[in-house]
């Protein structure tokens, strides 16, 4: 028996991630070995969970891949684990069609309780009703108690627990309106390096949780046995693989299960386009998304390593580049202030950061008789794209309508603005046919 529950929320901006992170940070403060979750493609949210609970993050994703797949790593992961916390996404009923691939799904999937994360900001008695019908929208959806967050004062909680108590769900605390603990902004001043900063702030978080939140009542209403793990899932035999993953402030966006994927078919080197000044022997170069328009001085400087990469592509090098990495091999990068730094000047096409607009979604596609999936995510575009280099094909979004997103090859280079989610497939390497 241990506890077990996904956070869900009534809507975006009500505090999933905040809270997430206090109890996070609050249980393994108390020596417990915390395993968190992230409902649906985020790769940011998961770095959070990470330096919370001193255990990577691991994605669930029922658009990315299958039931099945999403049992077993909920089921490897959650079995040696003390508390077990998945942290949904959007609203808990919100998917990329109605309902399918929502955090409700994956919460009724697991069979684990919801705890939902309530705004109770200008709400007091009217949350009775908010709560009655996200417990009763769905069968199978078991809501098992109530958090609320910007609350106002503590006589302003007892209206909403008396909005619980009337319909019979447990209230289980609060958080004030308090903008110290508010998570950096996604991007530009997000930084997944400061950890001593964010410990700072996990620590104000959890000091405030464990005030407000009766987290001993959680543990226990959300306490159930856990499914053994599944066998894994038989795999192909592939070459026994150098493979170079970029890893440092400015690459970053990765599945921790994409990397598992890695470690199973070779000898996984992480490196630094930052920092290092060549590239480590490689059979297959992974240049994962990120932040390098936020460090694009320090990357056109080490020319070193600019050098290495382009040589090691040049020569025919296997390689995946993907959203900032793409960036990276490109051209120039221009930043927000309308700068414009050299880079590794492969693929004949310019980013830039001007104008910033956030484009996102799922998308997938087929590739040398490869289905794929990911997900975009980005405020870059690439400017005078090189048509030369567009793979015919059409990237779709998740109802199966035309993105517009493009996928580009050179030699045996592919990149584009789409995260791949590869962790289920047979083998990477047919991409490279």
């Known amino acids: 028996m241990k506890s077990q529950f996904l956070i869900g929320a009534a809507n975006s901006g009500s505090g999933k991630t905040t809270l997430t992170i206090g109890l996070l940070k609050a249980l393994a403060n108390r020596g417990l070995n915390i395993q968190p979750f992230k409902c649906g493609p985020d790769y940011i949210d998961t770095k959070f969970h990470e330096a919370a609970a001193s255990n990577p993050s691991v994605n669930l994703d029922l658009f990315l891949s299958s039931t099945e797949h999403v049992r ?33 799904e994956i919460a009724r999937l697991l069979d684990i309780p919801v705890i939902l994360v309530v705004n109770a900001k200008s709400m007091a008695y009217s949350a009775a009703a908010l709560i009655h019908g996200f417990k ?101 035999a592939t070459p026994n693989l150098n493979i170079a993953v970029a890893r440092d402030a400015a690459f970053n966006f990765v599945y921790h299960e994409n990397i598992e994927y890695l470690k199973r078919r070779g000898k996984v080197a992480f490196f630094s386009p930052l920092n290092d000044k060549e590239l480590p022997a490689s059979d297959l170069l992974y240049l994962p998304g990120g932040y390098p328009e936020l460090y694009p001085d320090e990357l056109s400087r080490n020319k070193s390593m600019l050098e290495s990469i382009r040589m090691y592509i040049e020569n025919g090098g296997k390689t995946l580049a993907e959203c900032g990495g793409m960036m990276y091999l490109s ?35 087929r590739y040398n008789n490869v289905d794929i999936k990911g997900h975009e995510f980005h405020y870059s575009s690439i400017e005078k794209e090189n048509k030369d280099l567009q793979i015919d094909i059409e990237i779709l979004n998740a109802k199966r309508q035309p993105a517009g997103t493009k996928l580009f090859r050179y030699k045996n280079l592919i990149a584009g603005y789409t995260h791949i989610y590869w962790a289920e497939m047979d083998n990477l390497l047919d991409l490279f046919k």
């Open 72 to 104: 077993h790593l909920y089921n490897k992961y959650a079995t040696d684990k003390d508390v077990c916390i998945a942290e949904g996404v959007m609203g808990l009923y919100d998917g990329y069609d109605k309902m399918k691939g929502s955090s409700a």
């Open 136 to 236: 009763e929208f769905c069968p199978g959806i078991k809501v098992a108690g109530v958090i609320f967050n910007f609350v106002g004062s503590e006589s302003h909680y007892s209206f909403l627990k008396d909005a619980c108590n009337d319909v019979e769900v447990e209230p289980l605390g609060y958080l004030l309106k308090n903008q110290e603990i508010e998570t950096p902004s996604r991007h530009l001043g997000l930084s997944l390096d400061g950890q001593s900063h964010f410990d700072d702030l996990a620590n104000k978080i959890a000091g405030l949780v464990e005030k407000t939140v009766d987290i001993d009542r959680l543990l226990k209403i959300t306490s159930r046995e856990i499914n053994s793990p599944a066998n894994r899932p038989a795999e192909h």
């Open 331 to 365: 051209d120039s990068i221009t930043d927000a202030e309308g700068r414009i730094y050299p880079m590794a000047g492969i693929l004949g096409q310019m980013a830039t950061m001007q104008p910033m607009k956030l484009k996102l979604g799922y998308r997938q596609f």
